[in-house]
């Protein structure tokens, strides 16, 4: 359902484009995990996805569980809440892992948090929690590295700046770009299997960002 409802809205935000570096979108039991750069991305990457047949279980801070109208859609869509520095941590890794094992793809945000940075350029992927190496350990699933650019046009800044973003989206039309690069299978260390996410993530998000003629490298 939400994803159904990003391919709807986003492309009344901007123009969306994708590439990959393989023919086919990774089959079933596979881990993508996404840079995180702006509020709205995640419906980006979920609109994205979809266009390649792929409507992931999502894991997400549990906080979004206790927002109207997106609680009870996320709760039907059999996403996973993270409850970060709990006792009840240990349960989306074992709901994720149960998800990949029953063939769903798993959509993870490995940074934790938004970049600090105000303005709406591109910005480097974030260091890596070590969560999603965990889980691609424990389920023995592939990774796949998203890169998304350009959601930052849309919303990026303080609440005043990302609410006027949002309502002139539609007429402003930003780029908007996501990448998928090629499946790999992470180290059995996990700061060694952390480092390496990392950098695949960040090699397919400088894809994305170059076909929106941005430079990732000062922009890093």
Do not use: C
Not at 4 to 29: W, Y
Not at 123 to 144: I, K, N
């Amino acid at each position: 359902m939400i994803s159904r409802i990003a391919a709807v809205v986003v492309p009344s935000l901007g123009h969306l484009t994708t590439t990959s570096d393989e023919e086919s979108f990774p089959g079933s039991g596979s881990i993508v995990v996404a840079n995180h750069t702006s509020l709205v991305d995640p419906g980006i990457v979920l609109a994205a996805l979809l266009r390649h047949g792929v409507e992931p279980v999502v894991l997400a801070t549990a906080g979004l569980w206790r927002i109207p109208v997106l609680g009870p859609l996320l709760v039907r869509g059999g996403h996973v809440p993270v409850h970060r520095g709990s006792v009840r941590a240990a349960e989306s890794l074992g709901e994720a892992v149960a998800a990949l094992r029953d063939g769903r793809h798993v959509l993870i945000y490995a940074e934790g948090r938004l970049p600090l940075r105000k303005d709406s350029a591109e910005s480097a992927p974030e260091r890596f929690r070590s969560g999603l190496a965990r889980l691609a350990l424990a389920a023995d699933a592939p990774v796949v590295p998203l890169g998304q650019a350009g959601a930052r046009r849309v919303v990026s800044g303080g609440a005043a700046k990302q609410i006027a973003g949002l309502l002139t989206a539609p007429v402003r039309r930003p780029r908007l770009h996501v990448h998928f690069g090629s499946p790999v299978r992470l180290p059995g260390d996990i700061p060694t299997a952390t480092a390496a996410a990392h950098r695949a993530v960040t090699a397919a998000w400088r894809t994305a960002a170059a076909h929106l003629g941005e430079t990732p490298a000062l922009a890093a």
